[in-house]
């Protein structure tokens, strides 16, 4: 098509700008140079993994884009063998999916795998046909629905002399990944669209419409290199409703055709950045390019308009030095409306027979930042108001303007400041409104904010691309003279009673605080979404600086749907003279993303399902088959098949089996729902939550003796004091403490107390010895409780660390909320957030030196739905022989608690003289120990007199309570 003068108007003009990410300013280790790899973004995180530069590489690493940090997570599973290079990969929910690509050698392969970014965990998909689709590499791979398409790429075949010889493809196969949760595995599928098909073709691209699905949408493929050695510069469109191929006749002035390029969507537009060109020289008339032998890499960047069919003009301002250097082979993802670029080459250069490859990272600025949330107050003085809002992802600073209230100028806005991090004390602002030229050559005149005066506020974001729309208003009053400032530091928590606000006392009291209100925004069918026209009602009156809203309260709330659905309360604090200003918080948490409607909905299915669960125990039912998305419901399905007909009843079943399937379908029953899915909703977090709070004084002492007086005790004399305190902590089980009616400090006196004689079995000195004779290595902790417990763990795992040479500790954590008081990752981090927020200095010392061991990877914490399985121990080489490996790579592993200890002895009535050895029945993958308070009759390597003795002189209830204990050890 003939380009007409004119045709373009600026918003059809691509305006983007490229910044440059420094990795030696990003925390983390960092990918080393290589190309051919492959990235994929899940939320805000990028994920790197391949490619090659003198080998395959077979590193990961994951970018967090709001943190700036660099991560390599530990993997498991069935990892792809020394890596591979030029794969495809794509993304469908937390999963990563590759196919194929180039390994060592130069083989090329047609395996697919899957990566669970939650777990990091690898799995080989068991492809029914798989041989159908041979073996490749450069070819596409994209996700469309739960389908993946796969078009092109290169592979090789044998001649008669059994030399390779190259063959380009340009066969399509489709294969459906949701059908990878049947036992049957998913299969591929040849597709035959109609139409001329693109020629055969390797290393080009393939992207789908934004509203793609099986059934509409289209594919777009451009580029890559034919079996002539041709550098291809067209375009096709596969209309996946029609399934036919579309030659695309575009709009505009197309790019240099070229290979080893990225394309990436980002809203409507497909961005091409790099790859190979032809290289072409210009004479006095016309540009000359010169045979396909001769090419360079490129840093040119394309736009296409898939909505318009318009090859759209690209203009980045900035010199050379602001562009990414010229490469191919390199790897992009988008994270919101940011293009990323990661390493890849600057080409062959034949002068020096080599090529180089980058190790650096850069973003295009495709878009201005979205409409950011409402400012909110932290709090207020006579002549300051301190605000701040939610930061926008792609923003780098920040246009904040403010409007008086008064009866003039009303609808003119002053200019405050452009602010760089997401709050500010605002005390005065420009003087001139908003809305005229300021004279460059004269001072800007400032007004102060003054007291008793209502103000708004607004904010817009600005980035490369420009400054985005503004906020809605919010409204602010500064002091009364006299009167309390604000409520600032407000804190909101989930509970299953409702709400749980707590908030700090105003900076400038003027007097004493003799009450708080909290009032709760309303439903109201005269109100709009201003806060400033919202019905608000009193919901707490009284002295202390917390509440609790309950949730029959929060039924009738107003759901603000500015961002995510949220709730608005609004708190203000009474001295000698009266109220003062109220601190509005928009609390985005605690709704959880759903309406009250959704809330009601998913609390009756809840209760449904738990009621329907009671009736079949108590009429003792068959065992159902779980529902539902979760990689361990295929495991848990097939042992409840292989359960033994005559034994497959809640009254029938073994007990443990029993015991494990409850949690499991209670977690089953939330899942299912909107509003009450985990990790955002934990039904056993208030309790635990509760736990730990209670625990902090116990912990204090504790933390006193690690911090300062661990130096003066020899390391067999100091691990032995912290390997009990590990024991007795598994006292501390949520279940136990309030059956029982035992405080924490019940658990504390039987270490203070030297409990020796209540240790039924005590392997005690085998395990320290054991431990300082480790040469260096890791140590795993399967763990048990959360709370004061999980502290005592990692009180042993930090003298582990000082005591011996072992170089890092491994906690093995649940997946999900498990037999009430399990740990799982929120736990543990609340209980470093506990510990740094501490006001005691030892824990906060602890708090932020286990923090600092995190990062460093001295600890490290991992899950696997193994641990919430059914299964015992002695079952994990065949039914997760990754988890084994993993386990038999450590120089020790310390179990801890009775449902770990239940599991390594299989859950049997062993003869309790029975060798702890014996009855972990094959079980052996390091050396490891149980530590153990008993809560159950599972009893091995103790003396069967004294068994017997305490059963018959006390009661059950006496041997199961987590009064006696066990170190058991495989130890020769």
């Not at 919010?474 to 009167?483: E, L, N, Q, Y």
């Not at 079995?761 to 040469?775: A, S």
């Not at 824990?843 to 990877?857: M, P, Q």
Request: aromatic residues 10%.
């Amino acid at each position: 098509m003939t380009l007409k003068k004119g045709m373009y108007n600026q918003k059809s003009m691509a305006n983007v700008k490229w910044r440059y990410v420094p990795l030696t300013k990003s925390n983390g280790p960092t990918p080393r140079p290589r190309h051919g790899h492959r990235a994929v973004s899940i939320e805000n995180k990028i994920i790197v993994m391949g490619g090659g530069n003198e080998g395959i590489v077979d590193e990961l690493h994951v970018y967090n884009t709001k943190a700036n940090e660099w991560s390599e997570p530990h993997v498991s599973g069935q990892v792809p063998e020394n890596g591979v290079a030029a794969f495809g990969i794509a993304v469908h929910g937390h999963n990563i999916y590759i196919h194929g690509g180039m390994m060592e050698y130069c083989e090329y392969s047609n395996d697919m795998f899957m990566l669970n970014t939650h777990t990091w965990e690898w799995t080989h998909i068991n492809i029914t046909n798989k041989d159908l689709v041979c073996p490749r590499l450069g070819h596409s791979f994209t996700l469309v629905g739960s389908t993946i398409y796969v078009f092109g790429g290169l592979s090789c075949e044998l001649d008669d002399q059994n030399q390779f010889i190259p063959r380009y493809l340009n066969d399509i196969y489709t294969i459906d990944i949701a059908t990878g949760e049947e036992q049957s595995g998913p299969s591929w599928s040849r597709e035959d669209p109609a139409g001329d098909a693109p020629c055969p073709r390797e290393s080009h691209t393939c992207v789908c419409t934004k509203d793609a699905n099986e059934k509409s949408g289209a594919l777009y493929i451009f580029g890559g290199m034919s079996s002539k050695a041709e550098r291809m510069g067209d375009l096709w469109r596969l209309d996946l409703a029609k399934m036919i191929w579309i030659p695309v006749i575009a709009i505009g002035l197309p790019p240099l055709p070229r290979s080893l390029h990225t394309a990436n969507v980002i809203g409507n537009k497909m961005y091409i950045f790099g790859g190979w060109v032809a290289i072409n020289q210009k004479s006095k008339n016309k540009t000359v390019f010169l045979p396909e032998k001769e090419y360079k890499c490129t840093n040119s960047t394309a736009c296409f308009n898939m909505d318009t069919i318009t090859w759209e003009p690209v203009y980045t301002e900035g010199f050379e030095d602001a562009l990414p250097r010229s490469r191919a082979g390199h790897a992009s993802a988008v994270v919101n409306s940011r293009l990323y670029i990661i390493s890849g080459r600057d080409g062959y250069h034949r002068a020096y027979n080599n090529q180089t490859c980058f190790k650096d990272m850069w973003f295009l600025e495709t878009d201005k930042p979205p409409v950011p949330n409402r400012v909110q107050l932290i709090r207020a003085s006579t002549s300051t108001l301190e605000i701040c809002w939610i930061p926008v992802v792609t923003a780098d600073a920040y246009l904040l303007q403010i409007q008086r209230l008064d009866n003039s100028d009303v609808n003119e806005w002053y200019d405050v400041a452009v602010v760089k991090g997401n709050s500010l004390v605002v005390s005065h602002h420009h003087s001139k409104p908003s809305s005229e030229d300021v004279d460059d050559n004269k001072p800007i005149e400032r007004l102060e904010l003054a007291p008793g005066t209502t103000y708004r506020f607004r904010i817009a974001a600005i980035n490369a691309c420009g400054r985005g729309e503004f906020s809605e208003p919010a409204a602010f009053k500064t002091c009364v003279p006299g009167f309390p400032g604000a409520p600032s530091s407000i804190r909101i928590s989930k509970g299953n009673d409702g709400a749980h606000l707590a908030w700090d006392p105003p900076a400038n009291s003027n007097g004493n605080i003799s009450e708080y209100s909290v009032y709760l925004a309303i439903k109201n069918s005269q109100s709009t979404e201003s806060p400033s026209s919202l019905a608000f009602v009193l919901v707490y009156r009284g002295d202390s600086p917390s509440c609790t809203v309950k949730t029959t309260s929060l039924q009738n709330a107003h759901v603000d749907q500015t961002n995510k659905p949220a709730i608005i309360f609004r708190i203000a604090a009474k001295n000698e003279k009266g109220y003062g200003p109220a601190t509005q918080i928009i609390d985005r948490t605690f709704k959880m993303g759903c309406s009250n409607s959704d809330l009601e909905k998913d609390t009756k299915s809840v209760a449904a399902k738990l009621s329907r669960l009671k009736n079949r125990l108590q009429t003792d039912k068959e065992i159902e088959p779980l529902e539902g998305e979760g990689k361990d419901i295929k495991i848990w399905n097939y042992a409840i098949k292989q359960l033994n007909p005559n034994n497959n009843t809640w009254f029938s079943a073994p007990w443990l089996f029993i015991e494990c399937y409850m949690y499991r379908f209670i977690h089953q029953a939330f899942q299912a729902t909107t509003s009450l899915t985990y990790p955002d909703y934990d039904t056993f977090r208030e309790e635990k939550c509760q736990g730990l709070e209670a625990s902090l004084t116990n912990m204090s002492k504790i933390a006193t003796l690690l911090v300062n007086q661990t130096s003066d005790k020899p390391p067999d004399k100091l691990l032995a004091d912290f390997i009990k305190l590990s024991l007795w902590g598994n006292r501390a089980d949520l279940s136990i403490l309030k059956y029982f009616n035992l405080e924490i400090s019940d658990v504390t006196d039987a270490v203070e107390k030297d409990g020796d004689d209540m240790i039924l079995c005590n392997h005690l000195d085998k395990v320290v010895d054991h431990l300082l004779g480790i040469q260096g290595g890791e140590v795993g902790i399967i763990l048990d409780n959360s709370g004061y417990e999980l502290f005592g763990d990692m009180c042993l795992a930090e003298v582990v660390l000082r005591a011996t040479k072992v170089t890092s500790v491994t906690f093995h954590m649940k997946s999900l909320p498990w037999f009430g008081s399990d740990v799982t990752d929120y736990d543990l981090q609340f209980l470093l957030d506990s510990l740094k927020g501490s006001k005691d200095a030892a824990l906060v010392e602890l708090g932020n030196l286990w923090e600092s061991r995190f990062k460093d990877r001295q600890f490290v914490k991992i899950d696997h739905v193994f641990w919430t399985s059914p299964h015992g121990f002695c079952e994990m080489k065949s039914v997760s022989p990754d988890l084994y490996s993993q386990l038999g790579n450590y120089k020790f592993l310390f179990f801890k608690g009775d449902l770990n200890y239940r599991k390594l002895v299989n859950d049997r009535s062993w003869p309790y003289d029975t060798a702890f050895s014996v009855a972990l029945e094959g079980f052996h993958p390091t050396k490891l120990c149980a530590l153990r308070t008993i809560k159950s009759d599972a009893i091995v390597e103790c003396e069967t007199a004294r068994v017997e003795k305490i059963l018959e002189d006390d009661n059950k209830d006496i041997l199961f309570c987590g009064a006696y204990a066990l170190i058991s050890s495989n130890i020769d």
